[in-house]
């Protein structure tokens, strides 16, 4: 389904959560009790004309691929103008980072200026309640949400957040690192979607007895012709091994925050761990090892943002 085709449906519905992520958004319609809309945050706009030349998926194949007069824009900017051509109003959860701003809170407000009524729940919020978790219990809970562009850390009790931090390492950050990798130990070029796919099939956090190989394509700093290289999955452990351990240290930190009664909670019911970030492989276990707390994976951990949104609005 596409955007606008997505967006038509909502004429009909009253109540949607939105998960304005730095990789994707996600829109959860609370009537139909499903994800409608799940695209890459990417609009591609010709530079120019200021023309919208694609959105969603398909400006998603054009990044790294477009001539210079075409630019890749965050959908976030062009969610006030398909509400504008809309007549329904419903009701708008919008999903933030924890430590978002004044001013990026009224931002988003602007945004979404046809809908009925506007709520803003922070993502650490949203993620452990998308995650199952009764966090209306006088009781301590703790998520770890690994998006695209942050990583938001929390303790709850009582619906309340207890103690959290928020940092801008994450996703992207992991997809820079390989970047700087190869390019440092091979001095090949290579693309943020060719670092991401080796994010995606070799990222771990532990390095492995026998790591699985991949071939990446980029183009030599030297001579400027394309070249292959091949890459291990410790290779890339190594190339992420710094923003893994700054997120394991930022969870020190909340929970060096975290209030006696709370603290014996958490050591009982564990941490939840969600986002695109929790499913590199062995994180969970490495976190486990670094804090001596069990850790647990979220069911929806792509999606448990954008479903406690709507799950917020009761």
């Given amino acids: 389904m596409g955007v606008f085709d997505a967006f038509r449906i909502f004429r009909v519905n009253k109540s949607i959560s939105i998960d304005l992520g730095t990789a ?15 695209e890459p945050s990417v609009v ?23 001539p210079a007069s075409i630019e890749a824009i965050m959908i976030s900017h ?12 419903p009701e708008v959860m919008i999903c933030v980072p924890i430590e978002v701003t004044s001013v ?11 809908a009925k009524k506007t709520y803003i729940i922070e993502e650490g ?10 966090i209306s219990q006088p009781e301590g809970s703790m998520v770890i949400d690994i998006g695209g562009g942050s990583t938001d850390i929390a303790i709850l009790s009582l619906d ?6 928020s940092i801008r390492i994450a996703g992207n950050k992991f997809d820079e690192d390989i970047v700087k990798y190869v390019k440092r130990k091979y001095n090949l070029l290579i693309g943020d979607r060719t670092a991401e796919k080796i994010k995606k099939e070799l990222a771990t956090a532990l ?23 091949e890459v291990n999955s410790n290779e890339i452990y190594e190339a992420i091994e710094d923003s893994l351990f700054k997120i394991v240290s930022a969870t020190k930190e909340v929970l060096e925050k975290c209030p006696p009664e709370l603290a014996a909670d958490i050591l009982d019911n564990g941490i939840v761990m969600t986002g695109g970030g929790s499913l590199i492989r062995e994180f969970i276990d490495m976190m486990e090892k670094e804090i001596s707390i069990k850790v647990h994976l979220s069911p929806n951990p792509l999606d448990s943002v954008v479903l406690g949104g709507g799950a917020a609005f009761d």
């Fill in 78 to 89: 062009f969610i006030h103008k398909i509400y504008g051509n809309s007549l329904f109003k």
């Fill in 104 to 114: 990026e809170r009224k931002a988003l407000f602007d945004a979404v200026k046809g």
């Fill in 125 to 134: 919020r949203a993620a452990i309640i998308g995650s199952g978790v009764d």
């Fill in 160 to 165: 309340e957040i207890i103690a959290s931090k």
């Fill in 24 to 38: 994707n958004i996600l829109i959860y319609d609370k009537q139909r009790k499903k994800i409608v809309l799940n």
């Fill in 207 to 229: 390095k492995v007895q026998n790591p699985e190989v991949m071939e990446i394509k980029g183009r030599d700093l030297e001579s400027g012709i394309p070249q292959t290289v």
């Fill in 44 to 66: 591609a706009r010709d530079r120019k004309t200021r023309k919208i030349i694609a959105v969603g998926k398909e400006a998603r194949e054009m990044l790294g691929k477009t």
